[in-house]
């Protein structure tokens, strides 16, 4: 369903590369749409100019974005609910916390997040955060995990082990 659901969003664009930009940027950065056709990240609206300027395209693609976005019943009940979560990754390290990225051979294939969980939780690891980017929106879908403590190297050889890791970074 969640698969449908983001190849839905992505073909009601496909007529449009512009505004399709603007819709995969909107959902890479968890901002919503207003009932006004307003862009918001949870509540709180961003001026069209600042979200064009960042997908690369003019403030009247956003503003023709919104509005098709809320004209697509689907569609609308989407983005009027979107939110946006704090990715701490990149604050971790002063935080006392480590990030672990995995990179896999396959981001359609079940059982990543399990697999990369149940070693964590074999070593009693405390994950603080964990987030997936979505491999139809992401050129590079990852998996991110940020556990409390630092990560021994055993964890880290069994992590790199499973069978659905290309890569694990550190």
């Known amino acids: 369903m969640i698969c449908y659901m983001w190849e839905a969003i992505l073909r009601a664009f496909e007529d449009s590369p512009s505004q399709e930009r603007v819709v995969r940027f909107l959902l890479e950065n968890g901002f919503g749409v207003s ?14 100019t600042h979200i064009a300027r960042a997908a690369g395209t003019d403030r009247r693609v956003v503003d023709a ?7 697509i ?19 971790a390290e002063s935080l006392g916390r480590t990030v672990i990225t995995v990179l896999p ?11 990369a969980v149940n070693v964590l939780s074999e070593y009693n690891l405390s994950i603080r955060q964990i987030f997936v980017t979505d491999p139809l929106l992401s050129e590079e879908p990852k998996l991110v995990i940020i556990v409390d403590e630092e990560l021994p190297g055993v964890v880290f050889e069994k992590l790199k082990a499973l069978p659905q890791v290309r890569q694990l970074i550190i």
Not at 73 to 89: G, N, Q
């Open 35 to 48: 009932q006004e056709s307003k862009i918001v990240c949870n509540g709180v609206e961003i001026p069209a």
């Open 65 to 71: 974005t919104a509005r098709r976005i809320l004209d």
């Open 73 to 91: 019943p689907e569609l609308r009940e989407v983005f009027l609910h979107l939110r946006a979560t704090p990715d701490i990754s990149a604050v």
């Open 105 to 115: 051979n396959d981001a359609q294939q079940k059982g990543i997040v399990g697999a």
